[in-house]
């Protein structure tokens, strides 16, 4: 292998790769070079603090040994089998994904990443039911291949439409802060607000015909699209609706899962049994590429004595296989949920003191160690500091502050991620959210005085 200078990597790269969710002549690539627990450096030496675990999915931090390790070894024993062969780190990975997936979740087909984890869960869904339509949330985000981003509910799906996988209906969020139906009557009691949106849900399923939906797929919590989290009784309730009307649940686990918020699985919260359960991203932390869908066996049984169409070259591959089962002991050893759930209270505490100081700050949100800020020009108005899908140069200022003073995290329009691995020490989380405190004083200057 030929070696290349800092310089030359940066170069290569600019010129001849093409990059994904960007204008090719606008991109400006950090041109990482190492990262150890909660940082990375580039090229120039540079430091930050990785307060979006890289791209949602370094759930136990960079660098971790025992997951380099068990990869490296099932490298030497075995680097590659067939999709239809039985291997050990396939078999270990069903196991530990039988005891930590919640009850009657036993069957497991393994996948390359998140999204085709969802293109699966829909065939599976429309292979049981013989139904055909998909009903998923207008601020959700469930991939970027043709039937994953038929799903999606945001303006990522928009952009290829015609052509899109048919058969997929959209609902509203139920989203506190911006909730379409509650712009008079902010203070809403939960349970009413609940059963509104729980309402609108089921005249959807009405107005589209039961007998035609196959399933509804839902982020259990919100992701990229604001961190939007359930109110009490709605997965309930979704459960119920789709227990009455005989359409799947299928639960899109792909950012929220393994110990984000503080639970194996986000639905676990709410004590609710999806039918179908999509991962990826913390899986393997990020360290190989790999996906699952979880199932009831019901579901599998349909292709007892017929063949499911579907699989790629690489599904099960014993190397990402062997990553996941280190990525799970590793949670497990160090009791990575029961930290996200203590180091995220104080990250809540923490979101919700500089939502006090800072007028830009429309409200903060988290639950475990998935955080969001919703900044605003005006709070009495809610005006967004930046339009819905799309930026402001307060929100790109923002960004900037932050990275020119060492802090990596994801702005989504006019919200700021904040998804830091789970390994994430106190004092370390206050580095960030001081550098953050500095970076408001910038869409501070942006909103409304009255």
Request: hydrophobic share 40%.
């Amino acid at each position: 292998m030929f070696d290349l200078t800092d310089d030359q990597v940066l170069q290569l790269c600019k010129s001849h790769n093409f990059w994904t969710w960007s204008a090719q002549n606008k991109v400006d690539p950090i041109p990482v070079k190492t990262a150890r627990g909660v940082y990375f450096w580039d090229t120039n030496g540079r430091r930050y603090l990785d307060l979006n675990s890289m791209v949602m999915n370094v759930n136990i931090g960079h660098g971790d040994e025992r997951v380099i390790e068990a990869m490296t070894a099932q490298l030497h024993e075995l680097p590659f089998a067939g999709p239809g062969m039985a291997t050990k780190p396939r078999a270990m990975l069903c196991k530990l994904l039988a005891e930590i997936c919640p009850p009657g979740l036993d069957k497991f087909l393994f996948t390359l990443g998140g999204a085709d984890a969802n293109e699966n869960a829909i065939k599976l869904a429309r292979g049981f039911t013989g139904k055909h339509k998909i009903l998923a949330r207008y601020r959700s985000y469930h991939g970027a291949t043709f039937g994953a981003v038929a799903a999606t509910g945001d303006p990522r799906r928009t952009v290829w439409e015609p052509g899109v996988m048919p058969g997929a209906v959209h609902f509203l969020d139920p989203y506190r802060y911006r909730s379409t139906m509650h712009r008079t009557v902010p203070d809403l009691p939960e349970e009413e607000f609940t059963r509104d949106y729980l309402n609108h849900l089921e005249e959807i399923i009405q107005y589209e015909n039961p007998d035609t939906i196959a399933a509804i797929m839902i982020e259990t919590v919100t992701g990229t699209n604001g961190v939007i989290i359930p109110p009490a009784g709605y997965l309930a309730g979704v459960r119920r609706l789709c227990d009455r009307y005989g359409i799947l649940l299928i639960c899109d686990e792909v950012m929220s899962g393994f110990g984000r918020t503080g639970k194996w699985f986000a639905v676990e919260h709410w004590d609710v049994v999806p039918d179908m359960i999509t991962m990826a991203k913390g899986l393997t932390s990020g360290y190989a590429p790999l996906g699952a869908v979880a199932m009831k066996s019901e579901i599998a049984n349909t292709y007892g004595d017929i063949p499911y169409q579907g699989g790629l070259t690489a599904n099960g591959h014993p190397v990402c296989l062997a990553a996941a089962v280190a990525t799970i002991q590793a949670i497990q050893q160090d009791r990575m949920l029961e930290k996200a759930t203590r180091t995220g209270e104080v990250m809540n505490e923490m979101l919700a003191e500089l939502a006090s100081r800072h007028p830009s700050v429309g409200e903060a949100r988290s639950i475990g160690l998935f955080g969001a800020l919703e900044l605003v020009t005006d709070r009495e108005t809610r005006q967004p500091m930046a339009p819905y899908n799309g930026s402001s140069p307060e929100m790109v200022a923002f960004r900037k502050y932050l990275l020119d003073h060492g802090v990596f995290l994801y702005t989504h329009w006019n919200i700021a991620l904040l998804l830091p691995p789970l390994i994430i020490n106190i004092d370390e989380l206050a580095e960030g959210i001081g550098v953050i405190d500095q970076a408001l004083t910038i869409t501070d200057k942006a909103v409304v005085r009255r």
